[in-house]
């Protein structure tokens, strides 16, 4: 199984201040034939099922802000949030979809 | 719009069985992967299972073979849940999710999740 590792697993970032998140897969996520990572990024308030925020490691989901990004490329990963905003407190998830299992990094709690 | 309505969750004792479904609806359902990934409490996402748009293929987690089984009902905009020998580490709240259309591993919606315990 390929097993993601976030850190930190927690953060308090300040509002309006930049906010980044780390994740490091066990193997590349890199699929040679599609040019692309397998790489996805969740948002999840408490209360509510996870929200997709990013794709291919960058793409940015429908309505989702624009100061959400992703960078990184085969086992090394960030999700960088460039003007934190009070709504963004929430638990962030990367994950792998390269192959089955499907498998989640342990999460980061964002705080204010 | 999109939806996913998960139901069947509950208490039960360790060893006994429980069936999840999951009714979508605002989508073209026969064309879409569907998974249950699960959260316990104080714990991250684990997947659990997933199933083609066709019901042609299946996958499972290690923790979960053999003990669920995942089905579904192009007829009906439904897939179901069969859990079996429940454990106590089977306690979570279970996501219904839609795969997307062309990349069936990636997840873009969740449904709100019902509750599973399991305890004596």
């Known amino acids: 199984d390929i097993v993601m590792t976030q850190s930190p697993a927690s953060l308090a970032v300040s509002l309006g201040e930049r906010a980044t998140i780390n994740c490091k897969s066990s193997?590349?996520?890199?699929?040679?034939?599609?040019?692309?990572?397998?790489l996805a990024w969740y948002q999840q308030k408490p209360g509510h099922p996870p929200k997709l925020l990013l794709y291919w490691a960058s793409i940015r989901e429908s309505g989702v802000p624009g100061r959400f990004s992703g960078s990184g490329s085969g086992t090394d990963f960030a999700l960088t949030i460039s003007s934190l905003q009070a709504e963004d407190v929430a638990v962030y998830f990367c994950?792998?979809?390269?192959?089955?299992?499907?498998?989640f990094g342990q999460g980061t709690r964002l705080e204010i | 719009q999109v939806q996913l309505v998960e139901s069947g969750g509950g208490e039960v004792q360790p060893g006994m069985s429980l069936r999840l479904s999951c009714a979508a609806s605002?989508?073209?359902?026969?064309?879409?992967?569907v998974h249950w990934v699960r959260r316990a409490p104080g714990r991250g996402l684990e997947w659990v299972a997933v199933?083609?748009?066709?019901?042609?293929?299946?996958g499972y987690a290690d923790s979960v073979r053999g003990r669920f089984s995942i089905s579904r009902d192009n007829s009906k905009n439904t897939v179901h849940l069969q859990m079996n020998g429940l454990r106590a580490d089977d306690t979570a709240m279970y996501y219904c999710a839609r795969g997307t259309e062309s990349e069936w591993l990636l997840i873009d919606f969740w449904g709100q999740g019902v509750r599973v315990s399991v305890s004596s």
């Open positions: 605002g989508f073209t359902f026969h064309s879409y992967a």
């Open positions: 199933i083609s748009y066709d019901g042609s293929s299946e």
């Open positions: 994950q792998q979809y390269y192959t089955t299992p499907i498998t």
């Open positions: 193997q590349s996520v890199f699929f040679r034939t599609s040019d692309k990572d397998h």
